[in-house]
């Protein structure tokens, strides 16, 4: 059981490149979740998906978009890099929206855009 | 008035003592309350979570709610230097059960 897979674990990007964070779960969790972690700062929501088909914009979506095809996929797509996108990016996915479950994280992704 | 308050830190405590850490958030709709560790370079990781009023052991850990007062807490017991992490309080937001807001979080540091 891999639980939340998220690759790659780092990446550089020139301004302006694009690249897909990939976001995978085995768990059969229904909702998932991006977030960005900036250094000694809290947890940004970027996206959020409630299902497949499903996708809603968290607090801070400018400059990303998201896809949910299947119910274990849910990949980031940067578009037009930009150094204020250097941070770190993870992704979360939870069974239940039952007031009791929390959420299951991958590991990150270290983006810098140079 | 930020959504989800805690101290940054860093909470020095010495190895064996009770490490307190607090929480406060606005939503008074927030039923759940989550407290996550996360080491310096990796993800965040469950630690317990509590719904009740009151305490909520489980090993080393208390959690502490109070919904009056809007504060939750975290307790750690005979404090180890491998406790030493940001631990990150998330309660749930009352209008959408699936979304956690997140504190900046604590930094903790047990010195040997």
């Known amino acids: 059981n891999a639980g939340v897979t998220q690759t790659p674990k780092f990446r550089i990007l020139k301004i302006g490149q694009s690249m897909t964070l990939q976001c995978t779960q085995d768990?059969?969790?229904?909702?998932m979740y991006w977030y960005r972690q900036d250094p000694g700062m809290g947890l940004k929501l970027i996206y959020y998906?409630?299902?497949?088909?499903?996708?809603d914009k968290g607090e801070v979506p400018n400059g990303y978009n998201v896809s949910r095809s299947t119910t274990e996929d849910f990949p980031l797509r940067l578009e037009l890099a930009a150094p204020s996108q250097t941070s770190v990016y993870f992704c979360a996915s939870s069974y239940s929206d039952r007031p009791n479950y929390g959420y299951t994280f991958g590991s990150g992704t270290r983006l810098t855009v140079v | 008035q930020k959504e989800v308050e805690q101290n940054s830190g860093p909470l020095s405590v010495p190895e064996g003592a009770i490490a307190s850490l607090n929480c406060t958030y606005s939503?008074?709709?927030?039923?759940?309350f989550f407290w996550y560790r996360q080491y310096s370079g990796k993800s965040p990781e469950l630690i317990m979570f509590?719904?009740s009023n009151g305490d909520k052991e489980d090993g080393r850990f208390t959690a502490q709610l109070n919904k009056a007062s809007q504060y939750v807490s975290l307790l750690i017991r005979d404090s180890q230097p491998s406790d030493s992490a940001t631990y990150l309080c998330a309660p749930r937001r009352g209008d959408s059960n699936y979304q956690l807001i997140w504190g900046a979080g604590t930094k903790l540091i047990i010195k040997p």
């Open positions: 509590i719904y």
């Open positions: 768990m059969n969790h229904n909702y």
């Open positions: 939503d008074r709709g927030s039923q759940s």
């Open positions: 998906s409630v299902g497949a088909g499903i996708t």
